[in-house]
């Protein structure tokens, strides 16, 4: 047989590149010889994939997703993409990053289960399953439980997608796709004895193997909530707006069989509709519900759309093995005719004296760009603006110093020693910009009422965009202008004002975009009215005010340990003081907020619902955290945001970091509990215990009259 091993990482909380090519190495060691392997990769860094890719070579194939998709998804695309390239499999091979396969015959064993032909899925055991305990085994178990003959699924039970093997019926019969789709986080393995009773073969876990399972690798569902916001529960938790009370309540559904999440009673099967074998009686009416309820269709998601790329071609791999990153980009947006704008600049960078230094030339333009030393990336509408276009420039690049260019201006011969000079820098924010012309940087707008200067023609730290920026070399709310106002002004409220070299950058040819200067300039403002109520970062937005940060847990026999802070994932801001409250089942805090704290949220123990407000822009965002989830959560709550929580729980313990120090009720803003326009619903039925503070407090109407302009 034919086989297809597909092994998924995702880096969207941090890599595991040393565990990732251990895990690997051990599918290669397998005995099992006509297995093709591909990694399917979700948002690891373009270090990660590096090494990746010069450890194994063309011996695996090297699928990177830069954007954020379920586990399920990449996987799809994943066979999809390796069948255009080998052709049909006969099975396909779902490893999670968790998974080590030190039994070197696993995947022989596992294809002699499958040449019975009686089986169109089957499982590993592992040494920690949650899906388990219903059939009657044990969670954790490092010795096998299942021996001597394979366990066959019954209806409507299931383990975890850990280690599991796939029949191309499977993905014949389900539209070019193995796995269902469309769930968040939980509940794909509940679907999958329909899916093999649809098509009229069973799902065994295999026998006397059992695969180690390391829990705390990528995390599970890393980047998705365990819990609906909508409906705050785990199995009405899908994707595309689609809510599975559409399937529980159909009767066709549940005359012809279909069931989900019945180890959790949500919807068992209609024994009736199924033969004493297990085989379906109306297999094409479950499988075509099957198909309308678990799968994505093109209008919720087109798989031709997803991005698969390989690891960057930039990327300088030495004769001993070392990767290294180029020493400096130049990002070049053009949208203008290429012979006599970018190819004179372009032709400029390749004449600098670079003494020695690696460099590459990164365009970004509605069509290709050719020439030495350049990577072309093309948009695809020539009016997006230069600040999304230098932002993508970027992502696509690996300097270790970023150079921002325009396409009228050249650079003097010796413009690169300016990344000695920020090499040597004892500065926290390693930026420094060119002087332009001969002539010093115009200082701040007047209302600005700062003493520093536009940040023009600026060079960066790879180090400090990361650290510092948010990954942005222009804040992604500018069209085409005053981004470099924005970068001095920040700079200079930083305590490091933006400051120019002795290396000059000089006017190729005269001319000028002013299309997008009002709106530029508004947006400007506005984010220095912002800042004025309390710092905001670098790369600030009103769509990425509210932050959510997910952190696997460790479960053992003692209990569990986890992460809930982590220096690293919150930037810039800098917590002083933690509190934390305990409540009873009903009790309700909040809305409470300052127009100059960030406020770190979580939930140690028990289940709160959390909902947040922004007071200027009416918009609302409502979280469940729970304390016993298998996933833990945080919160990121900025200055003038509301937050209140409720307990769901018998009880629950609130923990909050603060950025400023807590002074007194009095210095915190507080609105009514129940405000008619922030409209929380909370759930009355279990109680409505608060406090004297938030029932006598006045309503959001007289805060915004207050406080917002």
């Not at 199995?235 to 809510?243: A, G, S």
């Not at 990577?375 to 999304?388: D, K, Q």
């Not at 992460?563 to 917590?575: E, L």
């Amino acid at each position: 047989m034919k086989i297809l091993t597909v092994y998924n990482t995702c880096g969207i909380h941090r890599d595991s590149t040393s565990w990732y090519i251990k895990c690997i190495n051990s599918i290669l060691d397998q005995d099992y010889n006509n297995n093709r392997v591909a990694i399917s990769s979700c948002q690891n860094s373009p270090t990660c994939l590096a090494d990746l890719k010069q450890e194994f070579g063309d011996r695996v194939d090297l699928y990177h997703f830069p954007d954020r998709y379920i586990v399920n998804t990449t996987f799809n695309k994943t066979v999809q993409e390796c069948i255009k390239k080998y052709g049909e499999f006969d099975a396909y091979l779902f490893l999670d990053s968790g998974i080590v396969m030190e039994e070197k015959s696993a995947i022989s064993k596992g294809v002699e289960a499958l040449k019975t032909n009686l089986y169109s899925m089957v499982s590993f055991q592992t040494d920690t399953d949650t899906g388990l305990q219903p059939l009657g085994f044990l969670q954790d178990s490092e010795v096998a439980q299942i021996v001597d003959e394979d366990f066959v699924m019954p209806v409507g039970g299931a383990c975890n997608l850990h280690a599991q093997f796939f029949t191309h019926d499977i993905y014949e019969s389900f539209n070019s796709k193995v796995v269902p789709d469309v769930f968040a986080a939980y509940c794909t393995e509940s679907t999958f004895s329909f899916i093999n009773a649809s098509i009229k073969k069973n799902w065994a876990i295999l026998k006397d193997i059992v695969l180690k399972h390391n829990k705390n690798v990528d995390g599970a569902s890393a980047g998705y909530s365990h819990v609906s916001n909508k409906f705050r529960n785990p199995w009405n938790n899908l994707l595309y707006d689609r809510n599975a009370t559409d399937f529980i309540n159909d009767p066709e559904a549940i005359e012809y069989g279909l069931g989900y999440e019945e180890c959790g009673n949500v919807m068992l099967h209609n024994p009736d509709a199924y033969t004493k074998a297990g085989k379906a009686r109306h297999p094409k009416k479950l499988k075509d519900l099957i198909v309308k309820y678990f799968y994505s269709c093109d209008s919720d998601l087109n798989y031709d759309d997803i991005i698969s790329n390989p690891i960057p071609e930039n990327y300088v791999v030495h004769e001993n093995g070392d990767i290294t990153y180029k020493d400096i980009s130049f990002l070049l947006p053009t949208n203008r005719d290429v012979q006599e704008y970018a190819s004179k600049v372009i032709d400029n960078i390749n004449h600098l004296h670079f003494n020695g230094k690696s460099y590459e030339i990164i365009t970004v333009s509605p069509e290709e760009i050719k020439g030495d030393n350049v990577l072309s990336l093309i948009e695809p509408s020539p009016n997006r603006g230069s600040a999304i276009a230098y932002n993508e420039a970027y992502e696509a690049s690996s300097g270790r110093y970023i150079v921002l260019c325009t396409d009228d201006h050249v650079f003097d011969k010796e413009a690169p020693s300016i990344v000695g000079m920020l090499e040597n820098s004892s500065k926290k924010y390693k930026v420094l910009c060119f002087r332009a012309n001969n002539a010093h940087a115009p200082n701040l707008p007047d209302y600005t009422a700062s003493e520093g200067i536009v940040a023009r023609f600026p060079v960066f730290s790879k180090d400090t965009i990361e650290t510092h920026l948010g990954g942005c070399v222009a804040n992604p709310q500018f069209i085409h202008h005053f981004s470099d106002n924005w970068l001095g002004y920040w700079l200079a409220q930083e305590g490091e004002p933006a400051t120019e070299c002795d290396l000059y950058i000089r006017t190729a040819i005269s001319s000028s975009d002013v299309g997008n200067d009002e709106k530029d300039e508004e947006t400007f403002k506005n984010l220095v009215n912002r800042y004025r109520l309390g710092r905001i970062p670098y790369n600030f937005s009103n769509e990425m005010d509210v932050s959510r940060f997910l952190y696997p847990k460790t479960f053992e026999s003692r209990g569990n340990q986890f992460t809930f802070y982590d220096d690293r994932t919150h930037g810039d801001v800098v917590f002083v003081q933690d509190k934390v409250s305990k409540s009873h089942q009903g009790v309700i805090r909040g809305f409470h907020g300052d127009n100059k704290t960030w406020k770190l949220i979580t939930c140690l123990h028990g289940t709160i619902r959390l909902i947040v407000y922004d007071i200027d822009s009416d918009e609302k965002q409502d979280y469940i955290l729970g304390g016993d989830d298998t996933t833990h959560q945080t919160v990121l709550v900025p200055p003038r945001f509301l937050n209140a929580h409720q307990c769901l729980s018998s009880t629950c313990i609130f923990l909050y970091k603060w950025s400023e120090y807590y002074e007194g009720a009095q210095q915190q803003w507080s609105v009514h509990y129940n405000d008619t326009d922030i409209d929380p619903k909370w759930n009355l039925e279990i109680g409505g215990v608060v406090s004297q503070r938030d029932s006598g407090a006045g309503s959001l109407h007289e805060l915004q009259k207050q406080v917002c302009k």
